[in-house]
């Protein structure tokens, strides 16, 4: 068995279970345009979460459910909707087959599903330069395939991905990662050393989370800024400082990944011209 | 589709590794946990000699660089003059860690992560106490996480064991520090010399590759060797292990296997098996109890075989014997010094023994053969045998060398085995092999078990140190702080620069705009007072009284105020909560703090200024309390008084001034909440207190005499009672789930049904225990007009059916459980005296949070944290109680000496062989067996109903319990073992 965090306090190397320090994200890979039918497409793994994002629209209002239609009609704004659904096989136990179908477990669990559907939904409304598409929606659908904490944030990034390859224009990225603290050491007379931690794996036993999405002109606006627990408040500053830093390396990350596209795109409308 | 591939330039590709393990849950279930591993280079050395990893050093969050560990010029031995860092492997840890512990070798240590690992997984206290080593400043040991480093990285191969992986990743270790270590010194031009790194291994097979790789490594034994004092220090290597491999006649088995883990979870779940903590009798030392969650009263434990291979405090798991197998428990004395000595220690290595010794196996027989009577002492109990150890409990055990265990004298290096007897009775004799055996007769020696093979009949382990002849007061103090466990070095700098910079100069702010002042009340014109035994220093309290123009009282008990000085978390706070309390022994004081916090700035001494924590209370004339307030204060005491002097004051009728009426209505209004308290069914239990009286200069003990008590002791305990109480109020209601409290449980029926069976069949009175009420009450009626002391001998023994009080944290229990059943309150925690216990100082953190005072540090939000905090300082004050006892019971031994008494003492317990006298004027009690009555041992009969022993024979004497006899106390040195004992005789039956 590995050693836990309080442990490693010893050595003041503060370094996590998984050999990373406070301040280091997981390796961080994405793809763009992954799935030639859809609007637009993503891959993203952040570690072992692992996600996948599709875009459809902008387009006319679906007939959903109630008076959905009409309401769309009426409005002068395009509306951003979010699907979220987790695959059976995503975490370490199986799940279970959830009354709600499409995989969600339990009711905790379809909460949770539920929450980050609507972040995401209210990220992207406020990013996407919704005005210029009255009377259509957008819908980002979120496969996780793979569970191993920040599923918020990996489904934020990806739909950014995504979004930008379905070509929504949009005020800027919507960067997220997570943010957390090292558990007050228990034993006694290990100090009060509990320091801030950047992107929280799942399962790390006992590390509080916090959660930090970061987007807005020069990376520096705060979005979306959800607390999973009680944090003291004199905390959070130090959590949100390295949590906007660890949105910086993902923009720079992101951002690569979209230039890599383009320039692939371009060379490849540059031949198909030459021919 | 696009392909998902991962693309080939990804820049993390070659640092990142992955972790597969499996892992089972409680539920059972087995998890398949996928762990990715990011391999770094930035992981330091930790070499003063390398530049390289200075350069490239982490930080963390706040910028702290950690410096470096490893000495510029580390020690060299013959082997390697040019210095060396020791790179131990796991088991050169389990065998030999009090090895490292030593002052006068083993610097500069490289712990490697994988080695750290394995020992957690093996071994939690040795691993504990390495990481013990790693906080020592002058140690230099340094944990090296080499799994996380790119170069030390190894791949567990196809087909490859863990161990081997992890004796290979050592080996990489070794080699990469020798590399790294040149390569740098290189680069630096500077004209030092590289150390060797030496690889530490019992392991040969690790050997003999190490060598291969041309690594410098040795066999701890190989090491030692080329140390100076090698002998001592060879005595100190795991006698078990060490010989792993070179043993191959394997002898008789003498105890049955142990089940295995699956088999003991799976009868544990299904309620056929039962674990618990393995606890042996002071009497018996082959009577063994366990007390299991799924019955009320502890299943019984007899014989070697049964116990199989347990120790004390171990936690064990047992299954029921047959009920034709139950006994009852033993009603005989059995101490195995007089039953198994001249044994011889080296004969064990013919394995030809048995398990139950001729002259063991006649003491049971005797057993079996005793009448079985209608009442508790002679029933057969339910009884049981352990299956399995789940946990040994073992710790570093202090006793002496049993002169008579060995024979041939030897000289020269050749180990010889000896017995090793150790102090506490209910640890069984320990086997040691040692080449030094004659210099540690005639001492005190601290031994380790290491471990109690199938085929040993008595535990395996080796010497650690020698503490001094038996008998001189060094080493007796230092055995008896070591057997409970009691923290005595003196503190270190971290500790002591966490203290005020103006040392004894500080004092209270002039100005009252001082940060200082803050928050605190002026109540330096009160008429406050202590009143302490004579001769206190640490004055943790003071009281003062007022009257109120209303006819009602003003009334403040003033705590010293030491959470102003010990921070949360610090060092000192750190040590502190370790320490758990100050342990007082007959000549000395073990300080939770240092002496210039508990003597100076915090004690409420007289005359001066003192930082303090009032709690105020508005009393009635008839002690009711209509309110209470609670301030952190500046005080001045008019007077430290002793209880003699305090009562003195108060009697003497010509001091008419304030202070001494304060005092008057203090006793006053002290008496009214006595008198509430036991309407309430409080309880008034007796323990036999003594106090020694010493010489000052030399300390030597002149008299014993039993405490008394004053009004004014009285006077004091009743108001930090009322203290007590109303912080404890204050705190549950500001910190429902994290306040520290104390709580007491109501003794369950079953721990008084012999006392209340004596009382009955000896004396007639019927003892009621449904409430601590009517436990009082019928406490109150067993009085014997002849005799004053029966009624305190029947207390001491009601005492000793009671459940200990234990700290806890509010959370973990519902409220119902809080009562504390010996003071009759609700609810109750310990605030008064913070000088002396952490858990004063806790609750004083809390209450400074609940009057919003200052923030709660996070640590104390922490239902975890606190747990933790109880659990420590629940042991620390046991053991303390304990080690203060063994203290006086030493001096009261050292007062004896060489002198003949004869005393009036009272029979508490009657066995079939024996029986146990207490004696008031000393508070010792005694054994007197039937064969030191007469030689030979005379005839008895013992009637186990009517708690009576006939002897008859070359004596003729009744004795019975709770009889008036007078004992003759003298002390004798035992001859084959050197100790000295208090011996008693019946003189007067
Ligand atoms: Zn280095």
């Known amino acids: ?275 | 589709m696009t392909s998902l591939k991962r693309s080939t330039a990804d820049p993390y590709a070659t640092n990142i590794s992955s972790k597969v393990f499996v892992r089972s849950t409680k539920s059972g279930k087995v998890q398949k946990i996928v762990r990715e591993l990011y391999l770094r280079q930035d992981i330091p050395c930790s070499s003063r000699l390398c530049s390289i990893c200075l350069t490239n050093a982490p930080a963390d969050a706040n910028g702290f660089i950690a410096p470096f560990i490893l000495s510029e010029k580390p020690a060299g031995t013959g082997n390697f003059p040019t210095g060396h860092y020791l790179v131990p492997d796991t088991n050169a840890l389990l065998n030999g860690l009090d090895l490292f512990e030593q002052k006068t070798g083993f610097y500069d240590v490289i712990i490697l992560q994988t080695v750290l690992e394995e020992l957690r997984n093996r071994s939690l206290p040795l691993y504990n106490r390495v990481i013990g080593l790693t906080k020592s400043e002058d140690k230099h040991f340094y944990v090296f996480f080499n799994d996380f480093r790119l170069e030390t990285y190894v791949v567990r191969e196809h087909g490859e064991t863990i161990n081997d992986r992890n004796d290979r990743a050592v080996r990489r270790a070794v080699s990469w520090y020798g590399e790294h270590l040149q390569h740098s010194l290189k680069t630096s031009n500077k004209a030092k010399q590289c150390p060797a790194i030496v690889m530490l291994s019992d392991d040969k097979d690790n050997l003999r590759k190490a060598k291969a790789e041309k690594l410098s490594a040795c066999s701890l034994s190989e090491y030692v060797s080329g140390l100076e004092d090698a002998n001592r220090l060879l005595d100190m290597i795991n006698a078990s292990r060490q010989e792993q491999g070179s043993r191959t006649t394997i002898g008789q088995q003498l105890y049955p296997d142990y089940f295995s883990l699956s088999r003991m979870m799976t009868g544990i779940r299904a309620g056929t098996l039962h674990q618990g903590i393995f606890n042996v009798s002071p009497y018996n030392y082959l009577e063994g109890t366990v007390h299991v969650p799924a019955f009320d009263k502890s299943l019984l434990i007899l014989g070697r075989e049964n116990s199989n291979r347990a120790i004390s405090g171990d936690v064990v798991v047992v299954e029921v014997l047959p009920k034709a197998q139950w006994k009852a428990p033993s009603t005989k004395i059995i101490e195995e010094d007089t039953l198994n000595k001249n044994e011889n220690a080296e004969t064990e290595e013919g394995a030809t023994e048995a398990v139950v010794s001729e002259q063991e196996r006649r003491a049971l027989q005797e057993e079996v053969k005793k009448t079985h009577g209608n009442n508790i002492e002679g029933r057969p109990q339910p009884t049981a045998r352990v299956v399995g150890v789940t946990k040994r409990n073992w710790r570093q055990y202090v006793g002496h060398i049993d002169s008579s265990s060995t024979s041939v004298a030897t000289q020269g290096r050749r180990q010889q085995t000896v017995f090793l007897i150790p102090m506490d009775k209910r640890i069984p004799k320990i086997r040691l092999r040692t080449r030094q055996a004659e210099a540690l007769f005639g001492k005190r020696v601290l031994v380790t078990i290491d471990s109690w093979d199938q085929e040993s009949r008595y535990p395996i382990g080796h010497f650690v140190r020698s503490l001094g002849d038996l008998e001189t007061k060094g080493a007796e103090t230092e055995a008896l702080l070591l057997e409970h466990d009691v923290q005595y070095r003196p503190f270190p700098k971290g500790v002591l620069d966490c203290l005020p910079q103006e040392g004894h100069d500080w004092s209270v702010p002039a100005s009252l705009d001082d940060l200082g002042w803050k928050g605190r009340r002026d109540l330096r014109d009160l008429l406050v007072c202590s009143i302490d035994p004579v001769g206190c220093q640490d004055i943790d309290d003071a009281l003062h009284a007022r009257p109120l123009p209303n006819g009602n009282f003003e009334i403040g008990v003033h705590i010293a105020d030491v959470s102003h000085f010990v921070k949360p978390n610090n060092a000192m706070d750190a040590e502190a909560s370790i320490r758990g309390t100050t342990v007082y022994l007959v000549d000395k004081r073990i300080d939770m703090l240092p002496m210039l916090l508990g003597t100076d700035l915090c004690s409420l001494k007289p005359y001066v200024e003192r930082y303090a924590f009032s709690v105020l209370w508005e009393i009635s004339k008839d002690a009711e309390i209509i309110n209470s307030a609670f301030t952190k204060s500046v005080i001045r005491s008019r007077e430290a008084f002793s209880y003699e002097q305090a009562q003195l004051r108060i009697d003497d009728r010509a001091q008419k001034d304030d202070l001494t009426q304060g005092m008057r209505t203090l006793l006053m209004l002290s008496k009214k909440l006595k008198q509430k308290r036991m309407e309430a069914g409080a309880l008034n239990l007796a323990s036999p207190e003594v106090r020694v009286q010493t010489e000052s200069e030399t300390s030597d003990p002149v008299d014993v005499k039993t405490k008394e008590l004053l009004d004014t002791n009285s006077l004091v305990e009743e108001f930090m009672l009322l203290a007590n109480i109303s912080v404890a109020g204050k705190n549950y209601e500001a910190f429902p789930q994290t306040a520290l409290l104390r709580r007491h449980a109501a003794p369950p029926k079953s721990n008084f049904e012999e006392l209340a069976n004596q009382l009955k069949v000896k004396r007639g009175f019927s003892l009621r225990t449904e409430s601590s009420k009517a436990v009082a009450e019928s406490l109150d009626r067993c009085t014997d007009p002849k005799e004053p002391f029966f009624n305190t001998l029947v207390r001491i023994m009601a005492t000793r059916c009671m459940m200990s009080a234990e700290y806890f944290c509010s959370g973990t229990q519902s409220y119902p459980e809080f009562r504390h059943y010996g003071l009759a309150s609700e609810i109750y925690t310990h605030f008064t005296s913070p000088i002396r216990r952490y858990a004063d100082l806790v609750a004083h953190r809390q209450l400074a949070a609940a009057i919003e005072y200052e923030q709660l540090d996070i640590s104390l939000y922490s239902k975890a944290r606190l747990e933790e905090v109880c659990k420590n300082i629940n042991v620390r004050h046991r053991n303390a109680q304990m080690a203060g006892r063994a203290s006086i019971e030493y001096y009261v031994g050292q007062a004896l000496k060489g002198r003949v008494v004869d005393e009036e003492g009272f029979v508490m317990k009657v066995f079939s062989n024996g029986f146990v006298v207490f004696v008031p004027r000393f508070g010792i009690e005694g054994l007197i067996r039937l064969r030191d009555l007469a030689t030979p041992e005379p005839e008895s009969i013992f009637d186990a109903e009517e708690y009576v022993l006939r002897v008859s024979g070359s004596i003729k004497v009744k004795v019975e319990l709770f009889q008036k006899v007078v004992v003759r106390i003298s002390d004798v040195k035992e001859e084959f073992t050197g100790k000295r004992k208090i011996k008693l005789d019946l003189v007067k039956s």
């Open chain 1, 1 to 275: 068995m590995p050693l836990d965090t309080s442990t490693y306090h010893l050595s003041h190397a503060l370094l996590r279970l998984d050999g990373r320090r406070w301040n280091e994200l997981r390796r961080l890979h994405a793809q763009i345009s992954t799935q030639a039918s859809a609007d637009g497409s993503s891959y993203l793994e952040m570690g072992n979460t692992k996600v996948i994002c599709t875009v459809s629209g902008p387009g006319e209002v679906r007939g959903g459910g109630g008076g959905g239609r009409k309401e769309g009609l009426e409005r002068e704004n395009a509306i951003v909707n979010a699907e979220v659904s987790i695959a059976g096989f995503s975490g370490v136990e199986r799940r279970k087959k959830g009354i709600g179908g499409g995989g969600g477990g339990g009711k905790g669990d379809r909460r949770t599903m539920e929450k980050i559907q609507n972040v995401i939904a209210a990220a992207f409304t406020d990013i996407v330069f919704t005005h210029l598409y009255p009377h259509s929606t957008i819908v980002i659908t979120v496969h996780i395939l793979s569970s191993d904490g920040s599923i918020l944030a990996a489904s934020l990034n990806a739909a950014t991905l995504a979004l930008i390859d379905a070509g929504v224009p949009m005020k800027d990225y919507v960067v997220a990662c997570t943010s957390g603290l090292t558990p007050p050491a228990a034993d006694i007379g290990e100090g009060d050393a509990s320091d801030p931690l950047l992107d929280l794996r799942g399962g790390g036993g006992g590390e509080l989370r916090f959660w930090g999405g970061g987007g807005g002109g020069g990376g520096e606006r705060v979005c979306v800024c959800v607390m999973e627990s009680r944090v003291r408040v004199e905390r959070v500053e130090g959590m949100l400082a390295v949590g906007v830093d660890g949105c910086k390396q993902v923009r720079e990350i992101l951002d690569g990944v979209v230039r890599a596209q383009g320039r692939r795109v371009v060379g490849s409308v540059v031949r198909q011209g030459g021919r």
